[in-house]
């Protein structure tokens, strides 16, 4: 799933003083509702950051969901880990001497295709 919630990062935010936060309020309100959030800073320190509601909500519905998605990916860890073990099985066939004493051999060997492929398990 795509997740659409967008974070401008912190140096992009419409800033405000903390002291501007507490003489206009208003006007900081009108800002967060048109930019969705505002940068609080102390002594050109960021402090905080004023989300909008409409924003706060969709933060929260995007933590739900990718909650859903952990717990979806959790429950396939068991296949995956099957998955995982079949593949470790067929690799660990290759670090025996005998895989590669037949594999220098088929190496040194002409190929013998006569205008087929060869594909399969066995190759």
Same mark, same amino acid.
């Not at 924003?55 to 995007?62: I, P």
């Given at each position: 799933? /795509?997740?659409?919630?967008? *974070?401008?990062?912190?140096? %992009? /935010?419409?800033?405000?003083?903390?002291?501007? =936060?507490? %003489?206009?309020?208003?006007? !900081?309100?009108?800002?967060?509702?048109? &930019?969705?959030? =505002?940068? !609080?800073?102390?002594?050109? %320190?960021?402090?905080?950051?004023?989300?909008?509601?409409?924003?706060? &909500? #969709?933060?929260? $519905?995007? !933590?739900?969901?990718?909650?859903?998605?952990? +717990?979806?990916?959790? %429950?396939?860890?068991?296949? /995956?880990? &099957?998955?995982?073990?079949? *593949?470790?099985?067929?690799?660990?066939? /290759?670090?025996? $001497?005998? $895989? +590669?004493?037949?594999?220098? +051999?088929?190496?040194?060997?002409?190929?013998?295709?006569?205008?087929? !492929? +060869? #594909?399969?398990?066995?190759?």
């Amino acid at each position: 799933m /795509l997740h659409a919630l967008k *974070f401008d990062p912190i140096t %992009e /935010l419409t800033r405000t003083t903390a002291s501007t =936060v507490k %003489e206009h309020w208003r006007k !900081v309100m009108q800002d967060v509702r048109e &930019q969705q959030a =505002v940068l !609080v800073t102390n002594h050109n %320190e960021p402090q905080a950051v004023i989300l909008s509601a409409q924003q706060y &909500q #969709a933060m929260q $519905a995007e !933590v739900v969901s990718l909650q859903r998605d952990l +717990a979806s990916l959790r %429950e396939q860890a068991p296949a /995956l880990q &099957q998955l995982r073990q079949r *593949f470790d099985d067929r690799l660990a066939v /290759l670090d025996s $001497a005998a $895989a +590669a004493n037949k594999a220098r +051999a088929l190496l040194r060997k002409p190929a013998r295709l006569k205008g087929k !492929v +060869a #594909a399969g398990s066995g190759y």
